[in-house]
């Protein structure tokens, strides 16, 4: 089955600075990689997502670049502010039998300090 | 707005008191999935439902249940919670082959 695999598992960086984080996946029937901010006590959000027929994508201060023949792709933070501290996982997903079978990273965790 | 609600928020039970909990979405979606997260790991998939069709994955523990009623509402039923069972309850859906959305959890502690 698919293995994701995510670094760093923590993260600090100030405020305003950049952050990345990376992850490799395993199987190459992957085609959606979406990237997850988790809150303290709270469920998962979408934050930006990417396709496997698009090499980089942009929103704002968020980007995630995806190089499928390395199998890695990676999210980026600009200009960080202390509302980006939070836990980001990525994703791997592939078709499966009408749903996307989802296959998440182990998380980073991201404090920005002010 | 367009949402995924879960119900309780926060849940306690006994040890081996059965325990039920709520999701219901407004987003029309077939896919409705329940995911277990413990403290400083990723969600893990237990099952899920594409429209009426049970999926069960293959290291869920007998112990839990799931009823979808209707496109809208899906439960998760514990029928005996252990100690190991406490954790944060992730409901989640998704149009086919689309992005999932999932709702703010339920917390689960068993005494």
């Known amino acids: 089955g698919e293995n994701v695999e995510q670094h760093p598992s923590t993260l600090s960086v100030q405020e305003g600075d950049s952050a990345v984080i990376k992850c490799t996946y395993s199987?190459?029937?992957?085609?959606?990689f979406p990237w997850y901010k988790q809150e303290l006590g709270k469920g998962p959000q979408l934050i930006i997502d990417i396709r496997s027929n698009v090499g980089e994508k942009k929103d704002q201060r968020i980007a995630v670049t995806l190089n499928k023949t390395a199998k890695h792709f990676s999210l980026h933070i600009t200009e960080t502010q202390p509302e980006d501290s939070a836990v980001y996982f990525c994703?791997?997903?592939?078709?499966?039998?009408?749903?996307?079978?989802?296959?998440f990273g182990t998380g980073t965790k991201l404090q920005v300090i002010p | 707005d367009a949402m995924v609600i879960q119900n309780p928020r926060y849940q306690v039970t006994q040890f081996g008191k059965p325990v039920t909990l709520s999701c219901s979405q407004t987003?029309?979606?077939?896919?409705m999935y329940w995911y277990q997260q413990k403290s400083s790991q990723a969600p893990k998939l237990l099952f899920h439902?594409?429209?009426?069709?049970?999926?069960n994955e293959a290291d869920t523990p007998d112990n839990f249940q799931s009823r979808r009623p209707n496109t809208s509402f899906c439960f998760l039923d514990i029928r005996s919670p252990g100690l190991g069972d406490a954790a944060m309850y992730l409901c989640a859906t998704s149009s086919i082959y689309n992005e999932q959305f999932f709702g703010p959890g339920t917390r689960l502690t068993v005494l």
């Open positions: 439902y594409y429209d009426k069709d049970f999926n």
């Open positions: 199987d190459s029937a992957s085609n959606y």
């Open positions: 994703a791997a997903m592939k078709d499966s039998g009408g749903y996307q079978k989802v296959t």
């Open positions: 987003l029309n979606h077939n896919v």
